[in-house]
T-cell receptor, first 113, second 108 residues
Framework: DADVTQTPRNRITKTGKRIMLECSQT?????MYWYRQDPGLGLRLIYY???????NKGEISDGYSVSRQAQAKFSLSLESAIPNQTALYFC????????????FGNGTRLTVT | DAKTTQPNSMESNEEEPVHLPCNHS???????IHWYRQLPSQGPEYVIH???SNVNNRMASLAIAEDRKSSTLILHRATLRDAAVYYC?????????FGTGTSLTVIP
């Protein structure tokens, strides 16, 4: 089983719909992240969380919200989806140690029509 | 923000060494340099990281310039499975700053 699991893997939704992307991890890491990947733009940070009570905005948080339900679970919500939120979304985790690397899930491909 | 710049694409022949460059002229003294790679339909995968000294692991080597404004990821012997997008990233405090990556093509 994957250490970082994202569901669903693919999702098509309509403009204006609310949608939630889920991420769970079995690595026991405190830190969790949501990134968005668009062609030609690399990965951009949406939100990150260092523990259950800690939520921080990244560089592109507008139009998104998150919930850290437990150490192992971090959900990303689009309150009212719009077409320019069509992208590949990745969840990642890391330990709290200063130079620890990121561990990514396999992504959710979201299409907003 | 901490930023990196990489060539969009590179090619290498199979079984030859590959040197993937990265410029990070705005790096600060406490920023770590990380490298990840992304295979098709997968999330990025950690390759290597360093702060000031050159680093080696089973996947690759990382050469860091003395002024730390650039670094090079070295794949000692490219295989077809190394074809991927390689990202050079700065870890500044609690955040990782991704560039747009280098797409590596390995020619059989």
């Amino acid at each position: 089983d994957a250490d970082v699991t994202q569901t669903p893997r693919n999702r098509i939704t309509k403009t204006g719909k609310r949608i939630m992307l889920e991420c769970s991890q079995t690595k026991g890491h405190d830190r969790m992240y949501w990134y968005r990947q668009d062609p030609g733009l690399g990965l951009r940070l949406i939100y990150y969380s260092f523990d259950v009570k800690d939520i921080n905005k990244g560089e592109i948080s507008d139009g998104y919200s998150v919930s850290r339900q437990a150490q192992a679970k971090f959900s990303l919500s689009l309150e009212s989806a719009i077409p320019n939120q069509t992208a590949l979304y990745f969840c990642a985790t890391s330990e709290g140690v200063r130079n620890s690397p990121l561990h990514f899930g396999n992504g959710t491909r979201l299409t907003v029509t | 923000d901490a930023k990196t710049t990489q060539p969009n694409s590179m090619e290498s022949n199979e079984e030859e060494p590959v040197h993937l460059p990265c410029n990070h002229s705005t790096i600060s003294g406490t920023d770590y340099i990380h490298w990840y790679r992304q295979l098709p339909s997968q999330g990025p995968e950690y390759v290597i990281h360093g702060l000031t000294s050159n680093v080696n692991n089973r996947m690759a080597s990382l050469a860091i310039a003395e002024d730390r404004k650039s670094s090079t990821l070295i794949l000692h012997r490219a295989t077809l499975r190394d074809a991927a997008v390689y990202y050079c990233i700065l870890r500044a405090g609690n955040q990782f700053y991704f560039g747009t990556g280098t797409s590596l093509t390995v020619i059989p």
